[in-house]
């Protein structure tokens, strides 16, 4: 079946340094997926972060960036230097606009430390 | 500017009662409607989705059961709880082909 997969957590990093959190996706039965990050604040709800449609584009938000790779089928999210209001969980998700299905990874706690 | 509330922010309930919970939007036309859940360390599962009044798909069964009575309007029930019930549901929606989902702010559902 449709299943992504992403770093596991917590992520501990601190202020200014680099971020990645590792996304694959495996789209059994879905041709064109669409590809989502999405991020939980604390005591916020969960909301879209970034989102990439097309094969070879990236998507920026926040100073986060993500590029949707159909030859690895990964969708990385990528931050230069992170703040420590970046702490937050954030979940990688793949969609399909034929089956209505949204499926997302297990979530990566992060955590940026001042 | 539309809006997703849901119903009720947080249930404490006992294993064998039933559940209502709810969710309304506001402020678009005919969206498509979904139910996730969170049990507690775990993943988002979708459980239904709804592209039309009176029309639910399920995606997991976990013996619960929505339903749609109104355009803006997605209900999520059962007669009977279990204990594995006990999590974080959401209510989201989307328009058009790129899925992005827009969320609730969820319930909290403890079964005791």
């Known amino acids: 079946g449709d299943s992504v997969t992403q770093t596991e957590g917590p992520v501990t990093v601190s202020e200014s340094e680099s971020l990645i959190i590792n996304c694959t996706y495996s789209?059994?039965?879905?041709?064109?997926?669409?590809l989502f990050w999405y991020v939980r604040y604390p005591g916020e709800g969960l909301q879209l972060l970034l989102k990439?449609?097309?094969?070879?584009q990236k998507g920026s938000s926040r100073g986060f960036e993500a590029t949707y790779n159909k030859e690895t089928t990964s969708f990385h999210l990528q931050k230069a230097s992170v703040q420590e209001s970046d702490s937050a969980v954030y979940y990688c998700a793949l969609g399909s606009s034929n089956t209505n299905k949204v499926v997302f990874g297990t979530g990566t706690r992060l955590q940026v430390l001042p | 500017a539309q809006t997703i509330h849901q119903w009720p922010v947080a249930e404490i309930k006992a294993v064998g009662s039933p559940l209502s919970l709810g969710c309304t939007i506001k402020g678009k036309s005919s969206p498509n409607l979904y139910w996730y859940w969170q049990a507690t360390g775990g993943t988002l599962q979708q459980l239904f989705y709804s592209i039309t009044v009176g029309q639910v798909e399920s995606v997991v069964q976990l013996n619960l059961s929505a339903s749609r009575p109104k355009d803006d309007q997605f209900i999520l029930s059962t007669e009977k709880l279990l204990l594995s019930h006990s999590g974080f549901y959401l209510c989201?929606?989307?328009?058009?082909?790129?899925?992005?989902?827009?969320f609730g702010a969820g319930t909290r559902l403890s079964v005791l």
């Open positions: 989201a929606w989307s328009l058009g082909v790129e899925n992005t989902l827009y």
């Open positions: 789209a059994t039965s879905i041709a064109y997926p669409n």
């Open positions: 990439v449609i097309t094969a070879g």
